[in-house]
């Protein structure tokens, strides 16, 4: 038996091996991706049974623990970093992101403060402002790297349900919103649920939101907009449909809410990157005269879990509400990432944004959304072609597709989860069941499409 002394050495004395092995293995999985069946097998799923065992009291060996958790688990992984996965919003992760990402964790740095890891917050500020940048957001925009859209919401929306409620005299951050004058919260009918999910954290409540109406591609229609009385008010936007890929009419709408004296959110996962694209801007035209955008990195830009961003406008709003004071905590003389956003400790999520736009560049980026779009065109095309009904205008990189009627279309859909060739999941749309085809990945190609749909089409004639 070892004692505790003994074991840093015979840590230490592991490590080179350890990791070279990871190294080794990591590179084993990757390469194996594109020719492995998309879902896990159920033998695959069977084997996670071997990483079930009571607590050990002594510890395995480090290449034991290694070896089992590749041979088990590795298997039963879901080949959502290949070329045909296309479910959700999911996009794989770039060669620089992983790099950066094994790099990153071996620098294990904490980047909550800048005294405590000058390089990470560093790359945070400068991956940051090249996001800003890129997707043509006011200079001097504030933000913070979170765990993804669903938190930058609840971060941007806190930002703003306290800077609301200041400007009418009530000190939200500090009294909470007990006796607070009703903030007016406004969304489009094709909100996304992680937004409601915000609003309930933040204490306005998931279900008390005004909706506005939506057009057939889940646009807010901006025709008979309520007038706001003049009170606190919120109003949350999107940039691209999660479903349909299609924007809200920004131009009309924000300098509505503007006049009417509300804070404007865009909740923009992965549509907000439609800005980085010349020839897919003008979707989104208008965009950054919001007040807080939420977007993610993991998604369309492709760097690994989990990345989001928080965006504000005025970092002086973002700042009031996540601002944390300890005696041994630093002032603000720097930009703290734990005064920006809602964690303390975290990991430098900057460092992987900005590898991933250094190594693409402004022209990278754009083709990354460029070539997605244009492939989820061809995918599109390719079920029309035959006669299936594609429900959505394929502006973006989503397609939603009926196969004639709800039983078939779920058919279609397990019969396509199945067979392994790509996946995609169901979805809902307009009252009617569809399958998604989302194409987020940079590593998907034509061939890539030509092979899936091929699949598709198989699997739909025969089902
Ligand atoms: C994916 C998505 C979210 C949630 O993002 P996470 O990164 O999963 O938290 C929010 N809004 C939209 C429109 C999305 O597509």
Known sequence: MTTPDDDVPAQLAQRPDLLADAAQRALRYLAGLDSRPVAPAAAALAGLDRLDFPLPGPGRPGKDVLALLDEAASPATVASGGPRYFGFVIGGALPAAQAAAWLTAAWDQNAALTVMSPAAARLDAVALRWVTELLG????????????????????????????LSRHGWDAAGQGLVGAPPVTVLVGEQVHTTVRKALGLIGLGRDRAIV????????????????LNAGPALVCLQAGNVNSGASDPFGDLIPWAHEQGAWVHVDGAFGLWAAADPSRADQVAGVAAADSWATDAHKWLNTTYDCGIALVRDPAALRAAMQATAAYLPTAEHREAMNLTPQSSQRARGAEVWAVLASLGRDGVAGLVERTCRLARRFADGLRAVGYEVLNDVVLNQVLVDFGGPDRTAAVVAAVQRDGTCWCGPTSWQGRPAMRISVSAWNTTAADIDRSLAAVLGCASRD
Do not use: E, K, W, Y
Request: hydrophobic share 40%; net charge neutral.
């Open 137 to 164: 957001l006011p200079p001097g925009t504030g933000g913070g790297f979170v765990t993804g859209a669903s938190m930058a919401n609840a971060t941007c929306l806190a930002a703003a349900r306290d800077a609301v």
């Open 212 to 227: 506005l109406p939506t057009d057939s591609q889940g646009r807010i229609v901006p025709h008979s907009l309520p007038i």
